[in-house]
């Protein structure tokens, strides 16, 4: 009895001590519970509306950004600089630009500290607690200081440059082969020839909402061979449009993208691992292996490439600097040389927009034709003039075959 009531005082006196302190730190900014994750992406697939992301992710680029914009999150707090300063990465801005707030973890170990699964806590004097006993300071980054440190990291991009030059070149002697070679492509049986028809390669990144949308009359006028890229299968889905062909790492698609009954490859390394497979067969489903360099994106290139597709849409892609820094590769040799081989056949989805004009299906021109039909009968049927040729024929017909 005597030990409760101890218990029962301790937890009192802590109350108030953490009411007071409270009171010092300012009013609350921001609160929800903590997701903690390494991956960026393996964490958005948890999150919840109103979730306080807890990454550790120095340089976020814009796709990552936005998913946890998409998400609903309360705000980011990054145990990694949100901007280095090595180059101007995307990623606070998008989530500036969607009003999320971003805060900075200043203190080693940090991320550590923080209770996964718990209430969370930051104040308006930069302070973030938790019921466990946590408390660190979180920096507000600020939409100001988002561009302040941008523009100081794009006065760095001639000196990234350099680095990436330098890598690519590097790189280049060991995977020429994806550019003067042919490359073995899997057969794909059941799948539609691409000889002599168009490919539409999606990739789930920055921007490919708006590109499918700009794209969708040309997709269900040409008809091309869908090959989704990771989640980019799903962006298909969601767009009413069912791949052909599923090809990536497997690791940012969904199970039911991967049940719609597309053809499945998995992107495998050089030497023919490919750690994607497990998942697909712990779903009962078959796939085929594609073991070649570079990024999964690289490997749908090539296929359609190779399989003769007489143009190639690319869709959620793009090839500045910046996204290639943000691959986070040291050389991105394999895209810029895959980029070079297919050059002559690949069309961005946004220049497609411009070009595609809407074919008038055969459905569409019926629907006009009895649109018309229905007028000039409504016409007739209130014209005292329709009525008297109408008597006339009748007249006549009736004349003519009794």
């Given amino acids: 009895m005597l030990s409760s009531l101890l218990e029962q005082g301790r937890r009192m006196v802590s109350a108030r001590n953490f009411t ?11 609160s929800g519970t903590a997701r903690k994750g390494r991956r960026t992406k393996d964490l958005i697939k948890i999150l919840r509306p109103g979730d306080v992301a807890i990454v550790d992710h120095v340089d ?7 998913g946890l914009a998409e998400k609903k999150v309360a705000a980011v707090v990054n145990a990694g600089l949100p901007t280095s300063g090595r180059y101007p990465n995307r990623g606070p801005i998008v989530l500036a630009a969607e009003k ?9 170990g940090s991320f550590d500290r923080i209770v996964d699964g718990q ?7 930069g302070v973030l607690t938790q019921p466990s006993g946590v408390e660190l300071p979180a920096e507000l980054w600020s939409d100001t200081r988002i561009q302040e440190e941008s523009e100081k990291a794009r006065g760095n991009l001639g000196v990234e440059l350099e680095k990436f030059t330098a890598n690519t070149l590097g790189y280049i ?26 490919a539409a390669v999606v990739v789930r990144g920055e921007g490919y909402k708006d590109d499918l949308i700009s794209i969708s009359g040309y997709l269900r006028d040409y008809k ?10 799903d962006a298909l889905l969601q767009f009413g449009f069912k791949p052909d062909i599923i090809l990536g790492d497997m690791d940012s698609v969904s199970d039911r993208a991967l049940r719609c009954g597309a053809r499945l490859v998995v992107h495998a390394y050089a030497n023919g691992t490919a750690p994607g497979l ?9 796939a085929e292996v594609f073991p070649v360099a570079g990024t999964s994106e690289d490997a749908a290139l090539i296929l359609a490439y190779e399989k003769h597709a007489e143009l190639i849409i690319v869709v959620g892609t793009h090839s500045t600097l910046e996204s290639f820094l943000d691959k986070g590769r040291s050389g991105m040799s394999s895209t810029f040389l895959v980029r070079l081989k297919v050059g002559s056949r690949m069309v961005d989805a946004r220049g497609v927009s411009q070009l595609h004009q809407r074919r008038v299906g055969g459905m569409e021109l019926l629907a006009l034709l009895l649109s018309a039909l229905f007028v000039v009968v409504v016409l007739m049927t209130e014209s005292r003039s329709a009525h008297n040729v109408y008597d006339y024929l009748r007249l006549w017909w009736t004349v003519r075959f009794r």
């Fill in 60 to 66: 976020m680029d814009a796709i990552a950004a936005w």
């Fill in 224 to 233: 091309p061979v869908l090959i989704g890229v990771d989640g980019g299968a």
């Fill in 173 to 198: 002697k060991e995977e020429r082969a994806l550019l003067l070679e042919q490359v073995a492509v899997p057969e794909l049986v059941g799948v539609r020839s691409f000889a002599g028809r168009h």
């Fill in 20 to 30: 007071s302190t409270h009171a010092k730190r300012g009013p609350i900014r921001v």
């Fill in 119 to 125: 209430h969370i806590e930051i104040s308006s004097a």
């Fill in 100 to 108: 999320v707030p971003v805060y900075y973890l200043p203190e080693a």
């Fill in 278 to 286: 497990d998942r697909v067969k712990a779903l009962g489903l078959k």
